[in-house]
């Protein structure tokens, strides 16, 4: 691919803040302090978790760079990173989340696979570039077309990472073509973050952004993209980012009763808190993220110190000092919530969190209840212990 260097090159690190926890090294994947997410509604680049399969690529020239866009259309085209400047750019401010966010937690009740990410695997940016459905009319395909004439129904996303899951292959993902047509969507083929032109981190020069979606289909550093008539074939689509019940093990795992995780269930956690706090008895400030997918919006967080016995309603907040309204046109609908309550306590104990999203969605009590065994989507509710001490703590 043009602009991209050879394998030898890759060990090249970017870098990268020290406060990151890296859960891995080759392929590198790390999470930020919990504290850092509650303190900021957008995410700094630098503290947004890094997610990996394989080594992270240099893309060395961005003016030979380009996206092939091939499949079941009429006029393939190579787009260049000039032809994607040149659309209107829009900035969507969405989070992106790990499948196995809380992973770590999943895994105390029984042994999960993947990479061990306590709960910061989730992360708020500003996302700039141009809309895929203004992309893909370039290539003759309106908006809010669901097929092809040549019978395509699906994009796929092809990386220029490499993957030992796809035997060396390219890390790729698949979303409905009328997904990808929908200006209301919001998919991106994103070059900002923040403001700030892409790093390598992040998918240099251009990557995928899916609102709503589960981080494994927002694919970074494109190659090219595929209009298909099925169901991306990749390893990540078709043997992994599923959610089995409890009852299923590595030894009678079917991966084709199974459709591909795509949005995101209802999450939140407390951030302003670790497992285990030494307090003084009396207010503790109880803050931190909610979220949910497809772009359904909180409606309710609520905290309790005696177990989920009684209850309390956090304030939530996107813009400082205003009281956030799911569904409002103000509010921005791929965009984590930020919540706070008071609570009293004056003995140890442990707080709980839960959330509920527009559409009457709850976070489920237990995590035996959706245990799987790769370890995605724990949403259960989200629980610290707190000690209370009167010493001088």
């Given at each position: 691919?043009?602009?991209?260097?050879?394998?030898?090159?890759?060990?090249?690190?970017?870098?990268?803040?020290?406060?990151?926890?890296?859960?891995?090294?080759?392929?590198?994947?790390?999470?930020?302090?919990?504290?850092?997410?509650?303190?900021?509604?957008?995410?700094?680049?630098?503290?947004?978790?890094?997610?990996?399969?394989?080594?992270?690529?240099?893309?060395?020239?961005?003016?030979?760079?380009?996206?092939?866009?091939?499949?079941?259309?009429?006029?393939?085209?190579?787009?260049?990173?000039?032809?994607?400047?040149?659309?209107?750019?829009?900035?969507?401010?969405?989070?992106?989340?790990?499948a196995g966010n809380r992973r770590t937690a999943m895994s105390q009740t029984r042994t999960v696979k993947g990479v061990g990410w306590d709960v910061?695997?989730?992360?708020?940016?500003?996302?700039?570039?141009?809309?895929?459905?203004?992309?893909?009319?370039?290539?003759?395909?309106?908006?809010?077309?669901?097929?092809?004439?040549?019978?395509?129904?699906?994009?796929?996303?092809?990386?220029?990472?490499?993957?030992?899951?796809?035997?060396?292959?390219?890390?790729?993902?698949?979303?409905?073509?009328?997904?990808?047509?929908?200006?209301?969507?919001?998919?991106?083929?994103?070059?900002?973050?923040n403001g700030e032109t892409l790093n390598r981190d992040h998918g240099y020069p251009l990557r995928g952004i899916v609102p709503g979606v589960i981080?494994?289909?927002?694919?970074?550093?494109?190659?090219?993209?595929?209009?298909?008539?099925?169901?991306?074939?990749?390893?990540?689509?078709?043997?992994?980012?599923?959610?089995?019940?409890?009852?299923?093990?590595?030894?009678?795992?079917?991966?084709?009763?199974?459709?591909?995780?795509?949005?995101?269930?209802?999450?939140?956690?407390?951030?302003?808190?670790?497992?285990?706090?030494?307090?003084?008895?009396?207010?503790?400030?109880?803050?931190?993220?909610?979220?949910?997918?497809?772009?359904?919006?909180?409606?309710?967080?609520?905290?309790?110190?005696?177990?989920?016995n009684t209850w309390v309603e956090a304030s939530r907040h996107q813009q400082p000092g205003i009281p956030y309204i799911a569904e409002s046109t103000?509010?921005?609908?791929?965009?984590?919530?930020?919540?706070?309550?008071?609570?009293?306590?004056?003995?140890?104990?442990?707080?709980?969190?839960?959330?509920?999203?527009?559409?009457?969605?709850?976070?489920?009590?237990?995590?035996?209840?959706?245990?799987?065994?790769?370890?995605?989507?724990?949403?259960?509710?989200?629980?610290?212990?707190?000690?209370?001490?009167?010493?001088?703590?």
């Amino acid at each position: 691919m043009p602009g991209v260097t050879g394998p030898s090159d890759y060990s090249l690190e970017p870098p990268r803040h020290p406060s990151l926890k890296i859960n891995a090294k080759e392929p590198f994947n790390a999470e930020p302090p919990r504290s850092a997410l509650g303190a900021a509604y957008v995410t700094p680049v630098d503290l947004f978790y890094k997610r990996n399969h394989g080594p992270i690529p240099i893309v060395d020239d961005i003016h030979s760079y380009s996206v092939s866009i091939t499949g079941l259309i009429e006029n393939p085209k190579q787009v260049f990173f000039k032809d994607i400047m040149a659309l209107p750019k829009y900035n969507v401010t969405a989070t992106m989340q790990c499948a196995g966010n809380r992973r770590t937690a999943m895994s105390q009740t029984r042994t999960v696979k993947g990479v061990g990410w306590d709960v910061s695997a989730i992360g708020n940016a500003v996302w700039g570039g141009a809309k895929l459905a203004d992309v893909l009319e370039l290539v003759g395909i309106p908006k809010f077309t669901g097929a092809t004439k040549s019978g395509g129904k699906h994009v796929e996303f092809v990386s220029v990472d490499r993957c030992k899951e796809e035997n060396g292959g390219p890390y790729k993902a698949s979303i409905p073509l009328i997904q990808a047509t929908s200006p209301d969507a919001d998919v991106l083929l994103a070059y900002e973050m923040n403001g700030e032109t892409l790093n390598r981190d992040h998918g240099y020069p251009l990557r995928g952004i899916v609102p709503g979606v589960i981080g494994a289909r927002s694919v970074k550093w494109l190659d090219s993209i595929n209009v298909i008539a099925e169901e991306c074939q990749g390893f990540f689509m078709q043997k992994d980012y599923k959610m089995f019940p409890p009852s299923v093990n590595w030894d009678n795992i079917n991966w084709s009763t199974r459709r591909p995780q795509m949005d995101f269930p209802v999450q939140c956690v407390i951030c302003s808190l670790e497992d285990v706090n030494a307090l003084k008895p009396g207010k503790v400030k109880v803050s931190g993220y909610a979220a949910s997918g497809g772009g359904r919006g909180i409606e309710r967080v609520d905290i309790s110190v005696d177990g989920g016995n009684t209850w309390v309603e956090a304030s939530r907040h996107q813009q400082p000092g205003i009281p956030y309204i799911a569904e409002s046109t103000c509010s921005d609908k791929w965009a984590w919530v930020l919540f706070e309550a008071m609570i009293d306590v004056q003995q140890s104990t442990q707080i709980v969190a839960k959330a509920v999203d527009s559409a009457a969605n709850v976070q489920p009590e237990k995590v035996e209840d959706i245990w799987n065994l790769r370890g995605i989507l724990n949403t259960s509710w989200h629980r610290v212990q707190v000690r209370v001490g009167h010493s001088n703590l």
